[in-house]
């Protein structure tokens, strides 16, 4: 291999690596993002567990936040707690960046 091919392929290397972790943080931030709406509509213990669950499989319908967003705004409304999109938007910024560290804290371990 040549000096080029060798930074090739450690190029699609960090590319794959990046993209991994870019992944796992989004569905760590989803998971975050729903026990977060599952304490707003007082939900604890396993029940919030399996509605986080739920909200990551929900990311997974269609491209970007919108699907997530949606569900959030309408099942905290028909709890009696209606949140509007610009907030749980904003929440889901905050807990991405919290997500993002406790990735890269798995990975240095």
Do not use: C
């Not at 450690?10 to 990046?18: G, I, P, R, S, V």
């Not at 992944?23 to 919030?48: D, I, T, V, Y």
């Amino acid at each position: 291999m040549t000096t080029f091919d060798d930074r090739e392929k450690a190029q699609e290397l960090k590319f794959e690596h990046d993209e991994e972790l870019r992944f796992k943080a989004r569905a760590r931030k989803n998971k975050l993002l729903g026990l977060w709406a599952a304490e707003l509509m007082g939900k604890s213990g396993a029940a919030a567990e399996a509605y986080a669950k739920e909200i990551v499989m929900a990311d997974f319908e269609k491209p970007g936040d919108h699907d997530v967003v949606h569900m959030l705004m309408h099942d905290l409304a028909a709890a009696g707690k209606p949140t509007e999109e610009h907030t749980i938007r904003r929440q889901g910024d905050r807990l991405l960046a919290e997500a993002m560290k406790q990735i890269m804290t798995e990975v240095k371990k």
